[in-house]
């Protein structure tokens, strides 16, 4: 037949490993590395540099990405996964143009979309990765991942911030550059819908009748939690500090630029993993909450020497870069392989309940307090995490002498 001549890469497409799915998280590293250090800088002069409606935005961004990221399991069953991630790379494109066009109606509407973009991204992401990925290689790829990104959030914010003044628009056209770039490297990779998992009878559940399961599982109720204040601890230093930074009369670029020297500690994402190992999950996991939570709270003498909040809040983000690199394994070795696209949902939800707290908190906070009492909030809410770790298992993460592994 004239198949055997058609090569074997062809006739059948190779099953993604931890390389390929970190090269799709790089890229789109690039994207958002691009523009997260503009966004509150944007917004900030869209909003006449009024913090509290600064806030009030990304509260309203992250209760639209909450609700769509619980949608998109549901939408998943309707539409084939490969769809679902081509659309939520399509938002990326929709927000780009809503940011170009700007103004005080489309310049918020441009962050909304674009939190919409992400989280279909990273739900459709995390259901592929748990697909193809066994659970023993979870922590090689999350650290892979990381190094492949780091450059672009090495590089990214402050080459967004410079390219913004020169030409407020090229930041954005770069950033819709590179979701081109996404799409088509995902369709490179024929992901195609995943792996099908079937149940044994019975009706198709409700599509949120999965949160049910996910409270009755203290471990994925942990890991979640543990996702959500790291997520916040980013939130503070990538929207606030910037903010804090203006009004302080540090500029515009200073913010911009030790969020870049942070994430250039992505390349020590391996060192960060054996030394997690060799302390164990709980205790790594405890630890760096305690240290993150410490340098949040220096960061609140600010208001008397503001470099003292840049250097602490810095010094902050080398604990969140250890969590971001081990912090989401106990959740995701907890996942069971017939709830990959729900938990995935579940999980992705991290992102949009920072966004939700974090700008809510900051609020409030606002309403009675300067910024810095925002950076005291972070660090109230980063040292509870230090008495949920407690509660994780002490030999969690540690490799199984088993003859198999489960997917």
């Known amino acids: 037949m004239i198949s055997r001549y058609i090569p074997e890469n062809l006739r059948h497409a190779p099953v993604p490993g931890v390389k390929g799915f970190a090269v799709l998280t790089g890229i789109e590293a690039s994207l958002r590395g691009l523009l997260i250090s503009i966004w509150p800088l944007v917004l900030y002069r869209a909003m006449a540099e009024d913090a509290a409606a600064v806030s009030l935005i990304y509260l309203a961004a992250g209760i639209a990405a909450l609700v769509w990221g619980l949608l998109v399991p549901a939408v998943s069953r309707v539409i084939p996964r490969r769809w679902v991630y081509t659309g939520g790379v399509g938002f990326y494109l929709i927000g780009g143009t809503c940011a170009i066009i700007g103004g005080p109606f489309l310049t918020p509407l441009a962050l909304v979309v674009s939190n919409l973009a992400t989280v279909t991204v990273f739900i459709c992401t995390n259901a592929y990765v748990m697909d193809y990925i066994a659970r023993h290689e979870l922590g090689r790829g999350e650290t892979l991942k990381m190094l492949f990104s780091a450059a672009s959030w090495f590089l990214g914010p402050m080459l967004g911030v410079f390219l913004w003044n020169i030409w407020a628009p090229l930041p954005f056209l770069m950033a819709m550059g590179f979701a081109i770039a996404l799409l088509s490297t995902f369709w490179y990779m024929r992901l195609g819908n995943g792996k099908l998992i079937t149940r044994a009878r019975g009706p198709a559940p409700n599509p949120l009748a999965y949160l049910g399961r996910f409270f009755r599982q203290p471990r994925l109720i942990a890991g979640w939690l543990f996702a959500v204040l790291r997520s916040t601890g980013w939130w503070i230093y ?170």
């Not at 996991?285 to 709270?297: D, E, K, M, Q």
């Not at 106990?330 to 707290?357: K, N, Q």
């Open 238 to 407: 990538v929207v606030y500090l910037p903010i804090f930074c203006i009004e302080s009369g540090l500029g515009d670029k200073v913010a911009s630029i030790a969020f870049s020297l942070s994430n250039l500690m992505l390349f020590l994402s391996p060192f960060m993993l054996r030394w997690m190992q060799r302390r164990g999950l709980r205790r790594a996991i405890r630890t760096t909450f305690a240290a993150c939570a410490a340098c949040f709270l220096l960061a609140v003498f600010g208001q008397v020497w503001p470099p003292l909040a840049v250097a602490a809040l810095f010094a902050a983000s080398l604990f969140l870069v250890m969590l971001d690199t081990f912090g989401g394994l106990p959740f995701l070795m907890a996942v069971r392989p017939a709830e990959r696209t729900e938990m995935s949902a579940v999980y992705s939800s991290f992102r949009d309940v920072s966004g939700i707290v974090s700008p809510a908190a900051a609020w409030l906070v606002l309403l009675v307090a300067p910024i810095t009492g925002v950076f005291a909030a972070g660090a109230a809410g980063l040292a509870t995490m230090v008495l949920v770790a407690g509660r994780l298992h002490p030999r969690l993460g540690e490799t199984r002498q088993t003859t198999s592994e489960a997917a």
